[in-house]
């Protein structure tokens, strides 16, 4: 079993979740809700691991605030 860790975005015209995984090509999906956006996710992470390990092109640190006076 594998984790990672997706950033996940509301689109203000669709009010869909939308959600990748930093640096693993092709790892996108959408959902009306988070357990489906979720879900669809770990589809296509399946989907793409069924063709070997990836190469991922960076590796996820975290998210940091930023204050702005």
């Known amino acids: ?5 997706a950033v996940i975005e509301r689109c203000p015209d669709t009010g869909l979740y939308v959600g990748y995984i ?3 090509p092709g790892a996108h999906s959408q959902g009306a809700t988070l357990d489906e956006l979720n879900k669809n996710l ?3 992470v ?10 991922l092109e960076s ?3 975290g998210i940091q ?3 702005v006076p």
Request: charged letters at 20%; aromatic letters at 12%.
């Open 1 to 5: 079993m594998k984790t990672f860790s």
């Open 59 to 61: 590796e996820f640190v």
């Open 22 to 24: 930093p640096g693993f």
């Open 46 to 55: 399946a989907m793409l691991l069924a063709d070997g390990p990836p190469e």
């Open 65 to 67: 605030n930023v204050i």
């Open 42 to 44: 770990q589809e296509v």
